[in-house]
Nanobody
């Protein structure tokens, strides 16, 4: 089992940047595919990005390609989401998630993930 805790959310102006972090407990962090999802008010939780166990493979939602970068540091049990050129429509609660399955280069769905953090709020003002 793994426990996840996000940090780094906040208020930023459109065009700005934020870096989210997700710290994981346990010694098996490197055995999980890690992902970021987001949920805007009144909307479903949707896929943002995912990274393979080694960090060599990544996948992104079309809406964030070229602006967001997911990375991980297995020595620190941490996954990151660097968000640049932020837009008001990026406003949401951002959740970190872990999947015990094999990585594949595709969109992931929230019901595929095994563990979740509590989320961190990102607000982008226009």
């Amino acid at each position: 089992q793994v426990q996840l805790e996000e940090s780094g959310g906040g208020l930023v102006q459109a065009g700005g940047s934020l870096r989210l972090s997700c710290a994981a407990s346990g010694r098996t962090f490197s055995s999980y595919v890690m992902g970021w999802f987001r949920q805007a008010p009144g909307k479903e939780r949707t896929f943002v990005a995912v990274i393979s166990r080694s960090g060599s493979g990544t996948s992104y939602a079309d809406s964030v390609k070229g602006r967001f970068t997911i990375s991980r540091d297995n020595a620190k049990n941490t996954v990151y989401l660097q968000m640049n050129s932020l837009k008001p429509e990026d406003t949401a609660i951002y959740y970190c998630a872990a999947d015990a399955g094999l990585y594949s280069a595709r969109v992931y769905y929230y019901n595929e993930m095994d563990y979740w953090g509590k989320g961190t709020l990102v607000t982008v003002s226009s």
